[in-house]
């Protein structure tokens, strides 16, 4: 939203660090939930910042925020919407709210029974506030001694924040009902208001393959976020996560992350190959630049309408895509240098839109990537420019016999014929002589290609690109630079 559409974003994230499941495993553990939960959270931000999440706004925990629960509860029976009982609990009354009650998934607040070993009056009540059982962490309140229900949590953080108008709620699929409904009738009773939240963006689950359950931690099916960067990259999450829209279901496979690798593979090529046609070193034929011109236009109009289009993002790299297509075509490599003009500005910008794009996305590509790693990785780079370089120079010469080696003899002339017979000689003694110079340059490549750095061989240029990811080789060799 900010970089695309220039919109400044607050962005708060509540942090539950108390709630039931908390409670039992702290005592499992015979330690306090909120230090346990503040290991979780710790663990939750390197996770989200190895994955290059941008952090929130503002991070805000329900354990510092309990006053103002309280009176936010205090508020929502002042307006006839809760009731506490005599066991200490406060409840939401969900059947007096009637009609409003289930606006984002039309769940009915209609219920004639009565609620069976509770204290609510009827069952899809739901709790504000809950009295403590023994031996729990609790905190004083009117009520007695409790601690907050889940859904009132985000109701006060949020209103504390953003006051009765909230533009923005977001969340997995798996919470429109029952908590952002919870919260939404919470939000309208304590601002008395309309509308409280403008929109909810629902986020699809992710599944694993073969399986119609989603991933989660009680099924077990699930993947930690460090397992998977042992093997993935975040621009290969990201890639994988763009190629459908936020709100689906996605499937994770090796297929799918394959394919997210090819898309990363074929953008990072295509960078390569244009910016060696800028610098000189991939000779084209001549390009039409009116087409790649509107090709270019185009594109920047379909990525924003389909980012507006509740962030189509899939069609959005396709776009992408298309055009990368569309520049490569135009990339006719050429043996001969018939000194065309070069079309080095529309790539130049066709370069910056797309590295642009995905930069806004949290990736990156080409050289402005190694520049922006670790400094060994720089330093890496440019020995490898050098090493290209060297080797360039090498295969030229191997490749390129001296002029007089190929000047044909004048027909009819007898001491011309010896002449072609010398000469035939020489240059076949020249090839042999130079043969281990080309396969030297050849096993080079070889050899690097195992570490993820491809040399392609263009007539008498050669350019280089790392693949990212190149296995554990490529690790090594970085370890030991
Ligand atoms: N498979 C999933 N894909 C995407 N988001 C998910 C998935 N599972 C949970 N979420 C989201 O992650 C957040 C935490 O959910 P929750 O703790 O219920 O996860 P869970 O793994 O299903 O937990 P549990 O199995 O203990 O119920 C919620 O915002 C939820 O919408």
Redesign the pocket.
């Known amino acids: 939203m900010t970089k695309f559409f220039g919109i400044e974003v607050i962005m708060v994230m509540g942090i539950t660090d108390i709630d039931d499941?908390i409670i039992k495993r702290a005592s499992e553990m015979n330690m306090s939930p909120v230090a346990l939960a503040r290991i979780y959270e710790e663990d939750f931000k390197q996770d989200m910042a190895a994955l290059k999440v941008l952090p929130p706004t503002v991070y805000m925990r329900v354990t510092e925020n309990i006053p103002q629960i309280i009176s936010f509860i205090e508020t929502v029976i002042a307006n006839g919407q809760a009731y506490a009982t005599s066991q200490g609990n406060v409840y939401f009354d969900v059947k007096s709210w009637g009609k409003r009650y289930g606006v984002l998934t039309t769940v009915s607040s209609d219920t004639q029974d009565e609620a069976v070993n509770t204290d609510k009056r009827h069952v899809k009540d739901f709790a504000l506030w809950k009295a403590a059982k023994p031996q729990e962490l609790c905190w004083t309140s009117p009520w007695g001694k409790g601690r907050p229900g889940w859904h009132i949590e985000c109701s006060t953080i949020s209103s504390a924040v953003f006051g009765k108008q909230l533009d923005i709620h977001t969340?997995?699929?798996?919470?429109a009902f029952p908590h952002h409904e919870n919260e939404i009738a919470q939000c309208e009773v304590y601002h008395q208001c309309e509308q409280w939240g403008n929109y909810f963006l629902h986020?699809?689950?992710?599944?694993v393959k073969g399986s119609q359950e989603?991933?989660?931690?009680?099924?077990k099916n699930?993947i930690t976020v460090k397992d998977f960067l042992k093997k993935f990259s975040s621009d290969q999450f990201r890639m994988y996560c763009l190629r459908s829209r936020y709100s689906s279901a996605v499937e994770f496979s090796d297929k799918s992350m394959d394919d997210a690798k090819n898309l990363l593979q074929a953008i990072s090529s295509f960078i390569k190959d244009a910016n060696a046609y800028i610098k000189g070193q991939l000779i084209s034929d001549p390009v039409r630049e009116d087409i790649l011109w509107e090709r270019l236009a185009n594109t920047k109009v379909t990525v924003k309408a389909a980012f507006a289009d509740d962030f189509d993002t899939s069609r959005a790299v396709a776009a992408i895509m298309d055009l990368i297509h569309h520049g490569n075509r135009q990339l006719k490599a050429v043996t001969k240098d018939a000194g065309s003009p070069r079309s080095s500005v529309v790539y130049g910008s066709i370069i910056s839109y797309i590295e642009g794009f995905f930069n806004a996305l949290g990736m990156s590509f080409g050289e402005r990537q190694v520049a922006l790693r670790a400094d060994n990785s720089t330093v890496l780079s440019n020995v490898i420019d050098e090493l290209v370089q060297f080797r360039t120079k090498v295969r030229h010469y191997a490749l390129v016999l001296p002029e007089a080696a190929e000047t044909a003899p004048v027909e009819g002339d007898a001491g011309a014929k010896g002449s072609k017979r010398e000469e035939k000689e020489k240059r076949q003694q020249l090839m042999q002589d130079r043969r281990p110079l080309l396969e030297a340059c050849d096993s080079l490549r070889e050899n690097l290609a195992a570490f993820g750095i491809h040399i392609k061989d263009r007539a008498a240029l050669s350019t280089w690109e790392m693949v990212e990811g190149g296995g554990q080789a490529e690790q090594q060799a970085q370890e030991k630079t």
């Open positions: 499941k969340g997995g699929i798996d919470l986020s699809g689950h992710l599944h989603k991933m989660s931690k009680s099924l699930y």
